[in-house]
């Protein structure tokens, strides 16, 4: 929903700020759910469009608070599995 442009135009911008964090909170408990994660190839998550939604869209002044909230409260970021692409995103 928040992808697309037309829908994202059309809220306000507490509106935005509110699903950008409703994301970040049900990433995290996926990847505590899952037991391959959030951040594995072949999750059904897409986390290179997520993290390009953040540091697009975000408030500058919650833009690292959402980063960092994946960074350090996720279980699989820093997996071997996790491929290195994905990692650099929150380098």
Do not use: C, Q
Not at 72 to 77: A, D, E, G
């Amino acid at each position: 929903m928040v992808e697309r442009e037309e829908n994202w135009k059309r809220l306000s911008e507490k509106t935005r700020l509110f699903w950008l964090r409703v994301m970040v909170g049900a990433i995290i408990l996926f990847d505590h759910i899952d037991d391959g994660g959030a951040f594995r190839a072949d999750s059904p998550i897409g986390m290179k469009s997520i993290v390009e939604l953040i540091r697009a869209d975000a408030p500058e002044a919650e833009r690292e608070n959402l980063l960092n909230a994946l960074r350090y409260t996720t279980k699989h970021l820093n997996d071997t599995i996790t491929p290195k692409s994905i990692r650099s995103l929150f380098v």
